[in-house]
């Protein structure tokens, strides 16, 4: 019993001590967005002599921050969801067809996974510049969602195999088609990965710095992760303006989860006890 409850202690001061530690950064973002660049390095723990929102101000007249947040989400929305339909009709084929080359596709798709962006960004930029497509959302799309189709297709082919094959040919019986059985039996039964595959991905693009300030010149089109470089110059750096701009920038995010919470902890934990 004394063992129990010491076990129950050390469990209850892990959780708090892991929540404050998740929570600091916000505190400290929060608590310096109200300070200027010469308070925040003086007594960078020290609460803000008054409340004042310049530094939110400058940051969406000056660093145009909400218009690259919703340009970051609608980038991010668009290729998740084309990545998630894809990903599925890819993962329906690896696990349910059966032909020759599903094994070599796999690994094709294994190989998409370790290959780093880095080493693909030459012939990714000159593809781009032959096609038109720099600073066009189009463009910026479909390269996301070249990116990141692998994981997604990894993630869910892993999970399809889980499922039992038992399903399709009791359908198949009852005189239920290829697409019927994608859309009707199997695509219920992977929301537990698809939501993990989603929150991952859009994740990803939402907070990608590289693709974006390679491909887009036009600060119309630029993503967060831009906007926040803005507060940042040869000789000088705005940590208020920065600080008001992050906060500005997780702000959808967390009203995001704030409304679709039980889905999304419902879907994660659900695919954490699949089997």
Same mark, same amino acid.
């Given at each position: 019993?004394?063992?129990?409850?010491?076990?129950?202690?050390?469990?209850?001061?892990?959780?708090? $001590?892991?929540?404050?530690?998740?929570?600091?950064?916000?505190?400290?973002?929060?608590?310096?967005?109200?300070?200027?660049?010469?308070?925040?390095?003086?007594?960078?723990?020290?609460?803000?002599?008054?409340?004042?929102?310049?530094?939110?101000?400058?940051?969406?007249?000056?660093?145009?921050?909400?218009?690259?947040?919703?340009?970051?989400? /609608?980038?991010?929305?668009?290729?998740? *969801? +084309?990545?998630?339909?894809?990903?599925?009709?890819?993962?329906?084929?690896? &696990?349910?067809?059966?032909?020759?080359?599903?094994?070599?596709?796999?690994?094709?798709?294994?190989?998409?996974?370790?290959?780093?962006?880095?080493?693909?960004?030459?012939?990714? =930029?000159?593809?781009? =510049?032959?096609?038109?497509?720099?600073? &066009?959302?189009?463009?910026?799309?479909?390269?996301?969602?070249? /990116?990141?189709?692998?994981?997604?297709?990894?993630?869910? =082919?892993?999970?399809?195999?889980?499922?039992?094959?038992?399903?399709?040919?009791?359908?198949?019986?009852?005189?239920?088609?290829?697409? #019927?059985?994608? %859309?009707?039996?199997?695509?219920?039964?992977?929301?537990?990965? *698809?939501?993990? *595959?989603?929150? +991952?991905?859009?994740?990803?693009?939402?907070?990608?710095?590289? $693709?974006?300030?390679?491909?887009?010149?036009?600060?119309?089109?630029?993503?967060? =992760?831009?906007? $926040?470089?803005?507060?940042?110059?040869?000789?000088?750096?705005?940590? #208020?303006?920065? %600080?008001?701009?992050?906060?500005?920038?997780?702000?959808?995010?967390?009203?995001?989860?704030?409304?679709?919470?039980?889905?999304?902890? #419902?879907?994660?934990?659900? #695919?954490?006890?699949?089997?």
């Amino acid at each position: 019993m004394k063992k129990n409850k010491t076990g129950t202690i050390f469990l209850y001061a892990a959780a708090i $001590l892991w929540t404050i530690c998740c929570l600091f950064p916000l505190a400290f973002s929060a608590l310096s967005s109200f300070k200027n660049t010469t308070q925040i390095l003086s007594h960078p723990f020290a609460l803000p002599e008054r409340i004042s929102f310049e530094n939110y101000l400058y940051a969406i007249e000056h660093a145009q921050i909400l218009r690259a947040v919703w340009n970051s989400i /609608v980038y991010a929305f668009l290729a998740t *969801a +084309i990545i998630l339909l894809v990903s599925l009709l890819a993962a329906y084929a690896l &696990t349910r067809l059966r032909f020759r080359l599903a094994p070599a596709f796999s690994l094709f798709y294994v190989a998409g996974i370790t290959l780093p962006i880095y080493a693909a960004l030459v012939p990714l =930029s000159q593809i781009m =510049s032959t096609l038109h497509l720099r600073d &066009t959302v189009i463009g910026l799309v479909l390269v996301y969602v070249a /990116v990141n189709l692998s994981f997604s297709v990894y993630m869910l =082919s892993g999970y399809m195999r889980s499922i039992s094959r038992e399903l399709d040919e009791a359908a198949r019986i009852d005189g239920c088609t290829t697409g #019927g059985i994608l %859309f009707r039996i199997i695509m219920p039964l992977m929301k537990p990965a *698809a939501t993990s *595959a989603a929150i +991952i991905t859009f994740l990803r693009i939402y907070n990608d710095l590289i $693709l974006a300030i390679l491909f887009l010149s036009d600060k119309k089109l630029q993503t967060v =992760s831009i906007a $926040l470089l803005s507060f940042k110059s040869e000789s000088y750096v705005d940590y #208020g303006g920065s %600080f008001a701009g992050i906060l500005l920038s997780i702000l959808p995010l967390v009203v995001l989860y704030i409304l679709f919470q039980n889905k999304i902890i #419902g879907g994660m934990t659900d #695919g954490a006890v699949k089997g």
